[in-house]
């Protein structure tokens, strides 16, 4: 009997009539929420890994629940942006659900995340709060968040969501935790691997090491793991002068683009950090 399987090999006719010429020009990925960083990067694109990389408590965790909750439309909006609400998951090893869901709270209602662990509200934060609940409560952000993950069990979530729930984001919140016995090159190989498979972009967070050693430096890309760095299609390396010197620069933040396939390495321009907010924005919007 004659094997007929289709061949994975294409010509180059094939892939020009595949892609149309209707679509060049309307490429743009998904957007991140942070204007100066899209121009960098031009969005997140289906089927590729942008790993988000610093030293501990400088905002990686912070800017990853930030995209995944802008995306899936948790956060309020003045009324001349526009946005497609895109449903995301949030996996993380780093949070707990409670953690998560007061960072939540927080960047989308402007409420001090002080004020939200001790229930010492003002008059403006309970109308705040009021305003941004509902607006969460319909937003179609999965939160994955169990101590640990077992072997296949991000995978085969991601899978679920994507079929039953077009989830077209997958945010991963600990490179380093994502299953028993991997390197942090398996981990990444992996999402790279799960990203192409679901034709959806994937955004992970990991450690800087080398910079740990000079901590106030701009760091690079060789400050991340080298199989890291080579398996991610974007490299975003965050970094805040005032963690380390609060007179310097105060709630600004640098993002630098340090590996893109569609740029040059770069820093992202108008950036802010609200610590009190958990959240990363626009220096014209703050």
């Not at 997140?44 to 988000?52: A, F, I, M, Q, S």
């Not at 296949?152 to 935790?177: C, K, N, T």
């Not at 028993?180 to 999402?191: D, E, H, I, N, Y």
């Not at 963690?243 to 396939?261: G, I, N, Q």
């Amino acid at each position: 009997m004659e094997w007929t399987e289709q061949s994975p090999v294409l010509t180059m006719a094939e892939l020009l009539t595949r892609s149309g010429n209707e679509s060049f020009g309307s490429r743009l990925g998904l957007p991140t929420g942070l204007k100066g960083l899209d121009v960098v990067m031009g969005g997140l694109e289906p089927g590729t890994l942008t790993v988000l990389a610093s030293r501990p408590g400088l905002g990686r965790s912070t800017l990853l629940q930030n995209i995944c909750q802008w995306n899936a439309g948790g956060t309020l909006v003045s009324r001349s942006e526009e946005r497609v609400v895109v449903p995301a998951l949030l996996a993380s090893t780093e949070q707990s659900p409670e953690q998560i869901t007061l960072r939540a709270l927080s960047a989308a209602a402007r409420v001090s995340r002080d004020h939200l662990r001790t229930g010492e509200f003002v008059d403006e934060d309970i109308r705040r709060l009021k305003r941004a609940q509902p607006i969460l409560e319909v937003a179609p952000l999965y939160v994955l968040a169990p101590a640990a993950f077992v072997d296949g069990q991000l995978v085969e979530h991601a899978r679920r969501l994507v079929r039953e729930h077009q989830v077209r984001l997958v945010g991963v919140d600990g490179l380093e935790a994502m299953g028993p016995g991997l390197s942090l090159g398996q981990a990444a190989r992996a999402l790279k691997t799960l990203a192409r498979e679901l034709a959806a972009p994937v955004i992970a967070t990991a450690p800087l090491w080398a910079v740990s050693r000079r901590p106030r430096w701009m760091p690079s890309l060789k400050d991340l793991h080298d199989e890291v760095a080579f398996a991610a299609d974007t490299v975003i390396l965050v970094h805040r002068e005032d963690a380390y010197d609060r007179t310097s620069r105060p709630m600004e933040a640098d993002l630098v683009v340090a590996k893109a396939r569609s740029s040059r390495p770069t820093v992202a321009a108008d950036v802010a950090f609200q610590a009190h907010y958990t959240r990363f924005t626009d220096i014209a919007t703050t």
